[in-house]
């Protein structure tokens, strides 16, 4: 009877440990599903699949700050295609939250829609790092994080993202070539920095400075802190210019229109200006590119939570995934610039122009994001 006992002992702890064993997504060999939407972001990238559930869903939207433009339009383009028919039907619950930047306060919302039984919660992370004991419990639950934007030093869950240090580059390498043109090799640069802490910032100011050391110089590089807000960003390129006077170029992460605008308002000389997709910024760079305001605008834009809600649904679906998704950089220069096309003058200024993703059949319009609003859906 004992040995009768101890090997069913052993059955049932084996079974468990399969059973914890199995949790979360398996590491499965590619392809995955719909390629040219979901691209791996390198021949490295890993792939992986959960168990298939049944539809609906109930999928939520956990944002950290929300005092910019763009996380406001990224929420309003999350609401936007929650209701769109390509996915309406398979969204049985839709919630969002915005908890600023305490990375706990964000780790407590998305645990608690875990132990709440949602089965997807997209995330742009307040922290690249911390998030583990929240996987764990995601695992343990067969629950679908999806980081988007500012995503986290983890292989652990799948991601979506922009290559963020490759646009750092690319608006580096764009403010020197510039400059090269004008027989500048050296001088002040301003760098305008994003919110502080997050991987975008980081990544994104790495590949800005990459290109200075690699190139020329000496390059006096004033760093400011603009929060990718408008507002904030005027006022602190403002006060940098009175303090350091003139520079050659603006490299800014975000809140483009506020680097514009303070440099009409302290009549600064029109310089190369790397900035972000906000409709304002393509404006004026269309307006006054001949008067020597020669701009590079990439946009990240607000609509990769649609393409991180489609991820999570494929996901739940049981399709194979990449662990990273890289989604394009949508580039636009000074000579590539058109009304109606890549901005538009009948648009606010802090609208950001970049949320058509034609491979993955996203395809929101203004008007449709303009109609939502920024408060919690609770």
Same mark, same amino acid.
């Given at each position: ?287 006054? =590119? ?74 929101? =319009? ?13």
């Amino acid at each position: 009877m004992k040995a009768l006992l101890s090997s069913a002992a052993a059955v049932v702890v084996l079974a468990l440990g399969t059973q914890f064993a199995l949790a979360g997504p398996q590491m499965v060999s590619g392809p995955g599903v719909e390629p040219e939407c979901f691209a791996p972001w390198s021949a490295d990238t890993k792939f992986m699949q959960w168990e298939a559930k049944p539809g609906p869903y109930r999928i939520a939207v956990v944002n950290g700050f929300v005092g910019n433009t763009w996380r406001i339009q990224m929420i309003k383009t999350a609401k936007a295609y929650a209701e769109d028919p390509a996915v309406k039907d398979k969204i049985e619950e839709f919630k969002v939250v915005s908890t600023g930047t305490d990375a706990p306060a964000q780790l407590g919302a998305i645990e608690d829609f875990i132990n709440q039984g949602y089965d997807a919660i997209v995330t742009i992370a307040v922290a690249p790092d911390g998030f583990d004991r929240v996987i764990r419990l995601a695992d343990k639950n067969d629950v679908v994080i999806v980081p988007f934007d500012n995503v986290l030093d983890t292989d652990k869950v799948m991601q979506v993202n922009e290559d963020q240090l490759e646009m750092g580059r690319k608006w580096g390498q764009f403010a020197v070539d510039e400059l090269k043109a004008k027989g500048i090799t050296s001088g002040k640069i301003l760098e305008v920095r994003g919110l502080p802490g997050n991987s975008v910032d980081r990544d994104r100011s790495v590949g800005i400075h990459e290109v200075f050391d690699a190139n020329g110089g000496p390059w006096d590089i004033v760093t400011v802190v603009g929060n990718w807000d408008d507002g904030t960003t005027q006022k602190v390129v403002a006060d940098a210019i009175s303090v350091h006077g003139e520079f050659a170029a603006v490299v800014g992460q975000g809140g483009s229109n506020g680097v514009v605008q303070a440099l009409m308002d302290a009549k600064h000389p029109w310089v190369p200006i790397a900035g972000e997709s906000e409709n304002g910024f393509r404006k004026a760079i269309a307006m006054h =590119s001949d008067e020597g305001l020669k701009g590079i605008s990439i946009g990240q834009s607000p609509g990769l939570v649609a393409i991180a809600m489609k991820a999570a649904i494929s996901a739940l679906e049981g399709n194979v995934m990449p662990q990273l998704i890289s989604v394009p950089l949508p580039v636009a220069t000074y000579k590539d610039l058109k009304d109606g096309e890549n901005f538009w003058s009948d648009l606010p200024d802090n609208f950001f122009t970049v949320n058509e993703f034609p491979p993955c059949g996203v395809n929101i =319009s203004g008007p449709a994001i303009m109609a939502k609003d920024e408060s919690d859906v609770k």
